[in-house]
């Protein structure tokens, strides 16, 4: 017989109602994704788990207070709020979020993108020369595009959220990394 697992708007639903198993539930089911958010920014272990823990508090009194409409997809809805906590964090602990990223794992982060690997001792040379090359030439950029620019590819933030971590607008934030592309292609 297969065993049913409800809907995470069936939980909620459930949760609204008074059961607070429900909302357990939904705890177990989304802390490891959540956790990994704050962790992606850097944040320490036991940060990271607080920070879960904290945001689950949130999430549940925003639920109660029907906050939560049916119609949002669980996972983004609470994604959001893990992002936005994050990058809050980061600012209350006034880090310098470009500190948080080597330029080459976001060069080389998707798995098409990455260097071909040899066996040659010659090649491995020249791998390690061109990383260094783009780690170089990334950090030459202003600070304010280079943090664009590891936001954006190492992070995979959006643009607005970008904006939001360096108080600008959006199309500030666009044009900061059309200037940082420019330049690096400039350097290169």
């Known amino acids: ?16 109602n008074g059961n607070n198993h429900s909302f357990g539930l ?8 959540i956790f990994k958010i704050f962790y992606k920014y850097q944040i320490n272990k036991e940060e990271s788990k607080d920070l879960s823990q904290e945001l689950f508090i949130k999430v549940g ?6 906050k939560y409409l049916d119609d949002q997809k669980f996972p983004q809805w609470i994604g959001r709020i893990a992002n936005n906590m994050a ?7 006034k ?5 948080l990223f080597d330029p080459t794992e976001f060069y080389f982060s998707n798995e098409n993108d990455s260097l071909p690997t040899s066996e040659s001792k010659e090649d491995k040379i020249i791998e390690e020369e061109i990383i260094k ?6 950090q030459e950029l202003d600070s304010e595009q280079k943090q664009v620019l590891l936001l954006r590819y190492y992070a995979n933030l959006s643009f607005k959220k970008i904006a939001v ?3 600008v ?3 500030t934030a666009l044009g900061r990394m059309r200037y940082a592309l420019a330049n690096l292609r400039k350097k290169m």
Do not use: A
Not at 87 to 93: A, E, T
Not at 133 to 138: A, M
């Open 61 to 66: 009194q925003l639920i109660l207070q029907k």
């Open 133 to 138: 090359f783009v780690r170089d030439k990334v």
């Open 1 to 16: 017989m297969e065993k049913y697992y409800p809907s995470d708007s069936e939980l909620v639903s459930q949760y609204q």
């Open 165 to 167: 971590l360096q108080k």
């Open 169 to 171: 607008g959006v199309n």
């Open 26 to 33: 939904l705890y177990r089911k989304h802390f490891t994704t």
């Open 95 to 99: 880090r310098d979020v470009t500190d």
């Open 87 to 93: 990058i809050d964090y980061l600012r209350k602990k």
